[in-house]
């Protein structure tokens, strides 16, 4: 099963949760590895994440198709990846969004504290196309498809439970009468130090 994150939209702790609740076994992104192919686009947010490379149609396959593991993915909304996923139209996606403006806040907190204000502005000029799109790209793939649930971050701090609970009917779980509080995990992957340096 997958899970579509937006980068710095709590999707390693949402995945975390439901794989408590669930007994999914959770594996979050799987990093590039040597000759992986890069995307001419997302080229500034791809300097700050080193698992957005292209996914061959075999991974996406393994990723969607396979019932006891939950992938956790930033996978990039290209067309290379919406022609592999528009095959899977009976399966269960859930892609979880931020909004823009509020994750590029979270970045430009984190340039800030590493690199003063200027500096962070600049970063943040460059980086907000790739954020924009990110978000508008996954929405407009969504609209055209009916298996396919996003949730926004707001939604699952503001309204966690019954966010929760819709995530696990839409993958077709049963709904624990008691479900887990949020899994908060700090930033993961290739951590502060790569998005800072």
Not at 135 to 158: A, F, G, Q, T
């Amino acid at each position: 099963m997958l899970l579509i994150g937006q980068p710095k939209s709590a999707s390693t702790s949402l995945a975390v949760t439901i794989g408590k609740i669930t007994g999914l076994n959770v594996v979050l992104g799987i990093p590039r590895k040597p000759g992986f192919k890069k995307s001419n686009q997302f080229t500034e947010l791809f300097k700050y994440h080193n698992n957005v490379p292209i996914r061959n149609k075999l991974f996406l396959k393994q990723v969607v198709t396979g019932k006891r593991t939950l992938f956790k993915e930033h996978l990039l909304p290209i067309q290379a990846h919406f022609k592999e996923l528009n095959k899977y139209k009976n399966e269960r996606i859930v892609i979880l969004l931020r909004e823009p403006e509020d994750s590029l806040d979270s970045y430009y907190r984190l340039f800030k504290n590493h690199h003063g204000e200027e500096k962070a502005k600049e970063m943040i000029d460059k980086l907000s196309p790739d954020i924009f799109s990110w978000h508008e790209r996954w929405m407009y793939w969504k609209s055209v498809h009916k298996n396919v649930m996003i949730v926004e971050y707001r939604d699952l701090v503001l309204n966690y439970q019954t966010t929760i609970k819709k995530i696990l009917k839409h993958y077709r779980f049963k709904v624990p009468k008691k479900i887990l509080p949020l899994q908060k995990l700090k930033y993961t992957g290739v951590g502060e130090k790569r998005l800072c340096s």
